[in-house]
C-alpha cells in the first residue's frame, strides 16, 4: 500500500496544550497537504506545502516537512476544543492522485 | 464558498438499489476527478480517475462494475454504486483537479447507507 502512516493514532491533551502529529510517506511528492475532519462531516483544507518548502505557518498551525525524511509535522499550538477532529495528511506522489495517511485523533478536553 | 460540490450529502437506499452521487466543479472545467471511500473511523482510501472523455481508471480492488464512474462534461463526474448491499456504506468524497493554479479542491462527501 502506498499509504501514509501518521502518528500518533490518537491524542488526548488539555486545552492551551500544544499537539503535534507526524505523517511519513512513501514516495516523492510535488506538495502535502493536511486536512481536518469533523466527526461525520467533510474535509477542510488546512495548508499546503510544496516539495522546496521546509516550513509554513497559517494562523496557529505549524506545518514542517523533510523530504529528506519524507515526514512531515503538524503542530497546533494554543489547542482548543474546537481542534477536536481527525487530521489527515495526503501527499501527490507526483501526480495529483492524493494519498491520504491514516491519520490522527485529536481530543482537546476543555 | 466550496469550488466542488457533492449531491446527495447523505442518502438512504435499499439492499439490491442503484444509487447515484454526483461531483460537481461550480467554476472552473475539471478534466481530472478523483473518487474516495472512507470507512468508519479510517482514513480515505482512492478508489479511481475520473477522466473527461474516458474510461475512468481504477485502483486496485475497486470492482468497476460495481463502483460505475461517468465523467460525461468538464464540470460533472457522477459515481454510482451498483446493487448496493450493506457493506457498500461508507463516506465517497470526490476531488477535481483545478488547471489554473495547479490545486486539488475536495468536495464535502457523501453519506451512503445501504439498507
Known amino acids: 500500500s502506498q499509504q501514509g502512516e501518521e502518528d500518533p493514532q490518537a491524542l488526548s491533551i488539555q486545552e492551551g496544550e500544544n499537539a503535534t502529529m507526524n505523517c511519513s510517506y512513501k514516495t516523492s511528492i510535488n506538495n502535502l497537504q493536511w486536512y481536518r475532519q469533523n466527526s461525520g462531516r467533510g474535509l477542510v483544507h488546512l495548508i499546503l506545502?510544496?516539495?522546496?518548502?521546509r516550513e509554513k505557518h497559517s494562523g496557529r498551525l505549524r506545518v514542517t516537512l523533510d523530504t529528506s525524511k519524507k515526514s512531515s509535522s503538524l503542530l497546533i499550538t494554543a489547542s482548543r476544543a474546537a481542534d477536536t477532529a481527525s487530521y489527515f495528511c495526503a501527499t501527490d506522489g507526483g501526480t495529483y492522485k492524493y494519498i491520504f495517511g491514516t491519520g490522527t485523533r485529536l481530543k482537546v478536553l476543555a | 464558498g466550496a469550488v466542488v460540490s457533492q449531491h446527495p450529502s447523505r442518502v438512504i437506499c435499499k439492499s439490491g438499489t442503484s444509487v447515484k452521487i454526483e461531483c460537481r466543479s461550480l467554476d472552473f472545467q475539471a478534466t481530472t476527478m478523483f473518487w474516495y471511500r472512507q470507512f468508519p473511523k479510517k482514513s480515505l482510501m482512492l478508489m479511481a480517475t475520473?477522466?473527461?472523455?474516458?474510461?475512468?481508471?481504477?485502483e486496485q480492488g475497486v470492482e468497476k462494475d460495481k463502483f460505475l464512474i461517468n465523467h460525461a462534461s468538464l464540470t460533472l463526474s457522477t459515481l454510482t454504486v451498483t446493487s448496493a448491499h450493506p457493506e457498500d456504506s461508507s463516506f465517497y468524497i470526490c476531488s477535481a483537479y483545478r488547471t489554473a493554479g495547479n490545486t486539488i479542491y475536495f468536495g464535502e462527501g457523501s453519506w451512503l447507507t445501504v439498507v
Open positions: 506545502i510544496r516539495s522546496n518548502e
Open positions: 475520473s477522466n473527461e472523455g474516458s474510461k475512468a481508471t481504477y
